[in-house]
């Protein structure tokens, strides 16, 4: 079935630098979502981006979409240990929610 | 607040057992879910219901039934014929074309 999957499947990196994390899918969609994990909690809508859009931006998170690669980036800039967490992408390929399709995340560690 | 509440946060079955996990919202959501995560995976969707009295099976509703009555209510059974149960339950409720809220989850355990 359809996926989005991300890629690395782990980051360490240190407080303050950027994060980037990227997600690649199969067929045509029309948006493309991230979410964040926190050990052991739900996710958290971060971010929605539609197919006829390049980019977006929400404070320190900026995410990408490349339609032709059938791909996307999400950026966290000046990181802080309270980013650290999982974080997936879903992608949307029909109307409704009912059809989001989630990968399987990268867990991203940042180190005091 | 408004929020979703999934209760318990821990359950553990025996086998042979049928166990029922609770998803109430106070968002006036007119769509809810149910998804189950796997260590070191993503959510896959079990069913799904876009109005009162309507559900729709998701990718993995074999060994899984749910009830929709309420608005407010989407409970979710794992009965016996599910041979895997052990996971990580999401409900997620919907409305209109935003992002779904998630709850904090149930994880169940066999004994």
């Known amino acids: 079935s359809q996926q989005g999957e991300e890629d690395p499947q782990a980051l360490s990196i240190q407080e303050g630098e950027n994060a980037t994390m990227n997600c690649s899918y199969k067929t045509s969609i029309n948006n493309l979502q991230w979410y964040r994990q926190n050990s052991g909690r739900g996710l958290v809508h971060l971010i929605l981006i539609r197919s006829n859009e390049r980019e977006k931006h929400s404070g320190r998170l900026r995410v990408t979409l490349d339609t032709s690669k059938k791909s996307s980036s999400l950026l966290i800039t000046a990181s802080r240990a309270a980013d650290t967490a999982s974080y997936f992408c879903?992608?949307?390929?029909?109307?409704?929610?009912?059809?989001?399709?989630f990968g399987k995340g990268t867990m991203l560690l940042v180190s005091p | 607040d408004g929020g979703i509440t999934q209760s318990p946060k821990y359950l553990f079955r025996k086998e042979g057992q049928n166990v029922t996990l609770s998803c109430e919202q106070n968002l006036n959501h007119d769509a809810m879910y149910w998804y189950r995560q796997d260590p070191g995976q993503g959510l896959r969707l079990i069913y799904y219901?876009?109005?009162?009295?309507?559900?729709q099976k998701g990718d993995i509703a074999e060994g899984y039934s749910v009830s929709r009555e309420k608005k407010e209510s989407f409970p979710l059974t794992v009965t016996s014929a599910q041979k895997n149960p052990t996971a990580f339950y999401l409900c997620?409720?919907?409305?209109?074309?935003?992002?779904?809220?998630f709850g904090d989850g149930t994880r169940l355990s066999i004994l």
């Open positions: 219901s876009q109005i009162v009295n309507d559900f």
């Open positions: 997620a409720s919907s409305m209109g074309n935003r992002g779904p809220h």
């Open positions: 879903a992608t949307e390929f029909n109307s409704g929610y009912s059809t989001l399709t």
